[in-house]
């Protein structure tokens, strides 16, 4: 029996949870930074960090009493180190090194993109057959991955600019929406016509299975202020807003699923896991199930869906099993790394 840490900082969300051997999570608590950067319309990392040294010990201390365990109780500690705000994954990755050396106990480094894939996997009641395709939607993410068993995976495809989550928040924000954008733009979506707007997906030459999303934004800019600077700015009614949100979703979507289908039949996988914030998102997993009925989808739990330390836990245990030991002190935050196998 293994009992796990797990530390989550890489972005705007303090988190803490306590899972015993990879999959069952007695506490996962999540600090929630939302209130202090819908004023700016994104996240600031500077407050950012400042708000993870307030929330990250009162965070650890929720966690252990709603798992009721001590920290001396603890078998192992997982971080994730990689990729990130580098400052808010240094208070995360120092904290875990703390309590290593406190508890005399090892810890592990975890890569926070392959985290959100585990956590579709933990999700469930037994673990797929590989190989499955991945695909991670996230804020800070936009991945295709061939997952050959977990620690083993092959790179796909990816965005080259913004990520998809990052897009919802910046159109959200041009239409003056509240951060994070995402459930705003699916709840007016609920109410428009995806064909209103004759939005067209970005396209990578030479790599059909790369994503860019920043010309589809730069499309939605132009619809509400025009296209130069002596245009005036368009005031949308509430039903052109509703269009526009259907329209810019229905894109975004299309072009996901597009790629996710190609990719699964090249690499002949009849399962597609999926992880990240995005998915959340009701409309794309209706999408999915339409479009590609013939495959199994494995979704991560709402509450799995976003940043937690819950998928850190979980797959640090692996992580942990298959090095046969844990990271040494100078284990380094990284902002960005490539997907990789162990």
């Keep these: ?48 960090c400042r708000r993870h040294v307030d929330l990250l010990l009162p965070t650890l201390d929720k966690a252990l009493q709603d798992a009721q365990v001590s920290l001396e109780q603890i078998d192992l500690i997982a971080v994730a180190h990689a990729p990130g705000l580098i400052g808010a994954l240094l208070i995360g990755i120092n904290a875990a090194k703390s309590l290593s050396i406190a508890l ?48 083993d995976y092959t790179l796909l495809g990816q965005t080259i600019d913004d990520a998809i989550g990052e897009s919802f928040d910046k159109t959200a924000k041009i239409l003056g929406l509240p951060y994070p954008g995402g459930p705003y733009i699916e709840k007016l979506a609920k109410q428009g016509n995806p064909l209103a707007y004759p939005f067209k997906p970005g396209r990578v030459k030479g790599r059909v299975l790369d994503f860019s999303f920043s010309g589809l934004k730069t499309q939605a800019l132009y619809a509400v202020k025009g296209q130069n600077e002596r245009d005036e700015q368009r005031v949308l009614s509430d039903q052109q807003k509703n269009d526009l949100c259907a329209s810019f979703q229905e894109t975004a979507f299309m072009d996901v699923i597009g790629k996710a289908l190609q990719a699964a039949k090249q690499e002949n996988c009849q399962t597609i896991v999926l992880g990240g914030g995005v998915t959340h998102n009701q409309h794309l997993r209706s999408l999915f199930q339409q479009k590609a009925p013939g495959f199994h989808f494995v979704w991560p739990k709402n ?15 692996h992580v942990y099993q298959q090095k046969g030991k844990g990271d040494s002190l100078d284990l380094e935050a990284k902002t960005r790394t490539p997907f990789y196998s162990r």
Aim: glycine share 10%; net charge negative; proline share 5%.
């Design 303 to 317: 509450e799995l869906s976003l940043d937690n330390a819950a998928m850190i836990a979980g797959l640090g245990y």
């Design 104 to 151: 005399q106990k090892p810890f592990v480094g975890v890569n926070h993109v392959e985290a959100h894939l585990y956590a579709a996997l933990m999700s469930q009641p037994a673990f797929p057959t590989f190989p499955c395709l991945g695909i991670v939607l996230s804020g800070g993410h936009t991945s295709l991955i061939k997952m050959n068993a977990i620690g």
């Design 1 to 48: 029996m293994t009992l796990v840490l797990g530390i989550e900082t890489t972005c705007d969300e303090t988190a803490c949870s306590l899972v015993r051997n990879g999959t069952e999570i007695l506490a996962n608590v999540v600090s929630s930074q939302i209130d202090l950067h819908n004023e700016y319309g994104g996240v600031v990392p500077e407050l950012a």
